[in-house]
Antibody, heavy 118, light 111 residues
Framework: QVQLVESGGGVVQPGGSLRLSCAAS????????MHWVRQAPGKGLEWVAF????????YYADSVKGRFTISRDNSKNTLYLQMNSLRAEDTAVYYC???????????WGQGTLVTVSS | QSVLTQPPSASGTPGQRVTISCSGS????????VYWYQQLPGTAPKLLIY???QRPSGVPDRFSGSKSGTSASLAISGLRSEDEADYYC????????????FGGGTKLTVL
């Protein structure tokens, strides 16, 4: 069965950096696009970024463009989110999600909490 | 301010039918599929409806989706206490360089 396990969250100061990872198993990782979606405490879902199965195309929300970079290592079945110049408003649980045909988020991990605070 | 607009709350009694609306524009709902997610308290979101009205295996047929123009709806019939959750609509948006957009979410309370 599909398993997605996020890691790398924690507390970071404003302006700092963090790299999230999402370890995938139970499916052919290199065949599917992947998303990052976040949820601020007590708030709704906000899409962050998407990467195609081969890394050829990447899309970002305006709120993170130029600061966050999505990437993947298909040899390691792992998705990444490099987050730079972090702001207080980036505080959220970050979920990775596997797509299904049509690129929509189909299966979700349990999330990892990122807190940006001094 | 979310690109897709949902009512912040909805409610119903057990056995009732409730609907949750999702309003968008020509660049998202008007030209792309709509997806619905259920998020139970303290858990990750779960896909409920894909491609406007398709249910993944395991999702009860009490849940149904529809789309008309730039709006979509999620209907839940035979409401049960375990349906109490947050519900989100989502769609691809063709504007700018392309992006996925979510509704602000609707908290469903089973009275």
């Amino acid at each position: 069965q599909v398993q997605l396990v996020e890691s790398g969250g924690g507390v970071v100061q404003p302006g700092g950096s963090l790299r999230l990872s999402c370890a995938a198993s139970g499916f052919t990782f290199s065949s599917y696009g992947m998303h990052w979606v976040r949820q601020a405490p007590g708030k709704g879902l906000e899409w962050v970024a998407f990467i195609r199965y081969d890394g050829s195309n990447k899309y970002y929300a305006d709120s993170v463009k130029g600061r966050f970079t999505i990437s993947r290592d298909n040899s390691k079945n792992t998705l990444y989110l490099q987050m730079n110049s972090l702001r207080a408003e980036d505080t959220a649980v970050y979920y990775c999600a596997k797509t299904q045909y049509g690129d929509y988020p189909r299966y979700w991990g349990q999330g990892t909490l990122v807190t940006v605070s001094s | 301010q979310s690109v897709l607009t949902q009512p912040p709350s909805a409610s119903g009694t057990p056995g009732q039918r409730v609907t949750i609306s999702c309003s968008g524009s020509s660049s998202n709902i008007g030209s792309n599929y709509v997806y619905w997610y259920q998020q139970l308290p303290g858990t990750a979101p779960k896909l409920l409806i894909y491609r406007n009205n398709q249910r993944p295996s395991g999702v009860p047929d009490r849940f149904s989706g529809s789309k008309s123009g730039t709006s979509a709806s999620l209907a839940i019939s035979g409401l049960r206490s375990e349906d109490e959750a947050d519900y989100y609509c989502a769609a691809w948006d063709d504007s700018l360089s392309g992006r996925w957009v979510f509704g602000g979410g609707t908290k469903l309370t089973v009275l």
